[in-house]
């Protein structure tokens, strides 16, 4: 158990729909980041934050938006569902954020889209 | 391109065995490079973190080297055992007005009895 919380573990909807997926880091973590996972295209980053402020971003799509709160939880939204955004998400959390900072992911959210 | 290339694809030994996962990038401007295990439908797990000046690293049974020059990378797991069946994904870190994370496909390991 890496302490990293998500939930829920599996989500079911339609396309068209939005979905928002949350994340509870690790007791004492800063910085939360979120991955997505298909079987196509593997594991690929989508955005960082740090203390509630987004510090990277990487192939994060339009339609998909996130926050980290004050107490450090965060959610990824996902809107205009489509198939292709079925996928396994991830979120991970490290101490400071930093380069070079051990990230411990969290069991992962499943997201189908029908 | 930034891009991380693993081989094998996938890998079958007999447990007690040791091998040796290969993984070359041509990602830049480097900041570090990791080695994960990831089991199946499970999050990954980080098994070694490296800096450029870093050329060898290890976690128990998992040894890691780097030459950055060449810009390859191996992790090597020595005497293997059935729990080390999972797949293995090297992710480079590259520094670009932020961290950004370019992952390898990952090689899928099978220790049989």
């Known amino acids: 158990d890496s302490g990293v919380t998500q939930t829920p573990k599996h989500l079911i909807t339609a396309t068209g729909q939005r979905v928002t997926l949350r994340c509870s880091p690790r007791s004492g973590d800063l910085s939360v980041y979120w991955y997505q996972q298909s079987l196509d295209q593997g594991l690929q980053f989508l955005i960082q934050?740090?203390?509630?402020?987004?510090?990277a971003k990487g192939n994060i799509l339009e339609r998909f938006s996130a926050q980290q709160f004050p107490d450090l939880h965060s959610e990824l939204n996902l809107s205009s569902l489509e198939l292709g955004d079925s996928a396994l998400y991830f979120c991970?959390?490290?101490?400071?954020?930093?380069?070079?900072?051990?990230?411990?992911f969290g069991p992962g959210t499943r997201l189908t889209v029908l | 391109k930034n891009q991380v290339e693993q081989s094998p694809q996938s890998l079958i030994i007999l447990e007690g065995k040791n091998c040796t996962l290969q993984?070359?990038?041509?990602?830049?401007?480097?900041?570090?490079l990791r080695w994960y295990k990831q089991d199946t439908g499970r999050g990954p797990v980080s098994l070694t973190i490296?800096?450029?000046?870093?050329n060898t690293k290890s976690n128990g049974r998992y040894t890691a080297t780097l030459d950055a020059d060449t810009k390859q990378s191996s992790l090597h797991i020595t005497a293997s055992q059935l729990s080390d069946s999972a797949s293995y994904i090297c992710v480079v870190s590259r520094w670009s007005g932020g961290q950004n994370f370019v992952f390898g496909p990952g090689t899928r390991l099978s220790v049989l009895p």
């Open positions: 934050y740090y203390n509630g402020e987004e510090r």
């Open positions: 993984c070359n990038y041509t990602v830049s401007p480097f900041s570090n």
């Open positions: 490296m800096t450029f000046s870093e």
């Open positions: 991970a959390s490290s101490a400071r954020g930093t380069g070079g900072d051990e990230q411990f």
